[in-house]
Every structure is written in structure tokens, then in C-alpha cells.
């Protein structure tokens, strides 16, 4: 849940597309406004334009999913991962 909440700038109990881009720019992934919302509206159960926290850990969820597999395939680092988790 802490890191939910850390998505969730503004305390409203749901993470939008903005929050999850910050974070982002913050750790240093490079991603753009159109992807980070179309993620959020693909994991998005309810339609409500946000993740609240059961949608935000079930992408989180797939996300991890993802990587485990893409790591299984013998891939070091897949494109999608930052090379720097500082900041």
C-alpha cells in the first residue's frame, strides 16, 4: 500500500495517468503522457479514468508477470526496464 500511496499525490485514493507519469520522470523512466493513460485505461476495471488501489496492484501484478517472463527468456534487461533506479 506505500507505494500506492506514494502514486497518490493528491490523497484522492486513486492514482491517475499524471501521478504514475511523475513518478516515472522521477525514477527515470521515459514514457509519454498518451502511453502512461492508455495503460491506466487498459487496467481501469471500473472506468472511472484512475486506478484505485486494486486496480493499481493487479497492474502492478502484471507488470512483475511480465518482467519474470521476459527475465526467464534470457534477456538481461528488456528495453522497457530504466537503466537507473537512482533518485
Known sequence: RQVFDEFDA???G?????EILEIFERIGVEADFASVQALVLEADDSGDGEL???EFEQLVGRARCLYALVHISGETRP???PTSHSK
Open 52 to 54: 484505485d488501489f486494486a
Open 79 to 81: 528495453s522497457w526496464v
Open 10 to 12: 493528491d490523497n484522492s
Open 14 to 18: 486513486a492514482v491517475s495517468a499524471s
